[in-house]
């Protein structure tokens, strides 16, 4: 064995091959995001590409610049498509050129931010303060970067379970959390279950009434059952607001619900992985008000933000008590004298459960320094234009429906079909989805609104263009035409029947 070795380039030649690889990547992926159609949008991997991603990792390497090209076959092509105009399935971004060298450059450094004096951790930290101004928190507010709004709401819910029992779930656990209760609508994201599973809370401690006709909490049935709890000995402790439901885009009455909040000495939590970056647009602010009475708050970035994936931002009004959930001292944890951990130096550790975290900040840091603040946000006011456009399209046109209020960047819609009960109409406008992915002509995502299947475009894209969408409205008619019938003759698709 030699002891020298490492896992860089070996010899000259090696050196020289990974120059050609790195350079020819670069080179494709700018020429692919240069040259993005819309005609182009999602397509499954084939059996091929198949075959060769379920092999075996090779015992001896195939060489950077074979493994690349090999990537670029079978991998590359066949991704979620949200880099197209034309997806906008569930509320994915599209991603940026200077977010994507960022990641790059990320990547190359390597570096763990969990603490330190280390130009990363001095980053995040203005990164965070960025957006700490930008929301509306206060000085002594604290935040970290996270994977998703997902994680957010999680260690949210988690700082606010720490409140609530005053420290005491630290030591006792499910003890010092029986009777716990979290409120929310129906609307409300699927991750603050999960984050109550997660919790030791269970699933009976959510609390999730019926949203208004609009999607919106519905205050007083919120109230009402906090009240009925409190009554029955329970102990109601967090309201989780919406700052844009991820069904139609609903923005909560957050103003009403911090009034609720404090009446009966509540935690508030907004989940705004979908809308709250709006607040960075001027136009868009106003609908956001409360955003900033939050006593956390969770918000992605690779959504609206367009930031590559992944990259989201929890914020905790008590730094402190945010600090004190998390926090636990060990030996090698210790800070020194000087060196790369200081006496004093930031410990992201010390605010959620990992030790190991990736450098988030660069690749926002590139994307708002690159671009600036006020083009990010532009793309906020783009989107909520083309949702407004698109949804007076809709209701101009006999045979599609607009199946609920537009509040930002989210319109449902269906095909309304000739023939067929209901649940005909839900087929087929199952089928009009399907086609429209597997055609690649658009990605759409799924959505249930009174029980009835829907068309969900949430318009998160800064590459849609207006005539993006006046070719989807003309598609769904055309293939709804297609389809429409009692009993299809063939298992043929609408698009090979062209």
Known sequence: ???????????????????????ALVDRVLDRLRGVHPAACWQPPPPHALSVLQQEAPAEGLGVERALDLAAQVIEPYGTGNLSPRFWGWVLGAGN?????????????????????????????????????????????????????????????????????????????????????????????????????????????????????????????????????????????????????????????????????????????????????GRLAPELRPRLAGLDSADSLSFDLHKWGQVPYDAACLLVRDGTLHRAAFQEDAAYLGALPGGLTPSGAHAFHAYTPLLSRVDRALKIWTTFVALGRDRVASVFVKNCAQARWLAAEIERHSQLELCAPVALNIV????????????????????????????????????????????????????????????????????????????????RSAASIR
């Open 97 to 277: 050129v200077p977010g994507m060298f960022g990641s790059w450059m990320a990547s190359a450094m390597n570096a763990n931010v969990f603490a330190g004096n280390q130009a990363p951790v001095h980053l995040e930290l203005q990164v965070i303060d960025w957006f700490r101004s930008w929301m509306g928190f206060p000085k002594g507010s604290s935040g970290l970067l996270v994977d998703g709004g997902s994680m957010g709401n999680l260690l949210a819910l988690a700082v606010a379970r720490h409140w609530a029992t005053s420290g005491a779930v630290k030591t006792s656990g499910p003890e010092a959390c029986r009777g716990l209760r979290i409120y929310g609508s129906t609307a409300t994201h699927s991750s603050v279950t999960k984050a109550a599973q997660l919790l030791g809370l269970g699933t009976s401690s959510v609390r999730l009434l019926p949203a208004a006709h609009d999607d919106s909490a519905d205050v007083a049935l919120l109230e009402a059952a906090i009240r009925e709890d409190q009554r029955c000995g329970l102990r109601p402790f967090c309201i989780v607001g919406s700052a844009g439901t991820v069904g139609v885009g609903a923005i909560d009455p957050l103003e009403r619900l911090r009034e609720l909040a404090d009446r009966h000495r509540l935690w508030f939590h907004i989940d705004g992985a979908i809308g709250a970056l």
């Open 1 to 23: 064995m030699d002891m020298d070795a490492s896992l860089d380039p070996s010899s000259d030649r090696e050196w020289e091959e990974a120059y050609r690889a790195g350079h």
């Open 412 to 491: 449902c819609l269906r095909y309304r079909g000739r023939a067929g009960g209901p649940s005909a109409l839900d087929q087929l406008n199952r089928r009009i989805l399907v086609e429209l992915q597997e055609s690649g002509f658009c990605v759409m995502s799924p959505h249930q609104l009174d029980g009835r299947f829907v068309l969900r475009v949430c318009l998160s894209n800064h590459r849609t263009r207006d005539a993006d969408l006046e070719a989807l409205v003309g598609e769904v008619t055309r293939i709804g035409r297609l389809l429409d019938v009692d009993e299809p003759k063939d298992s």
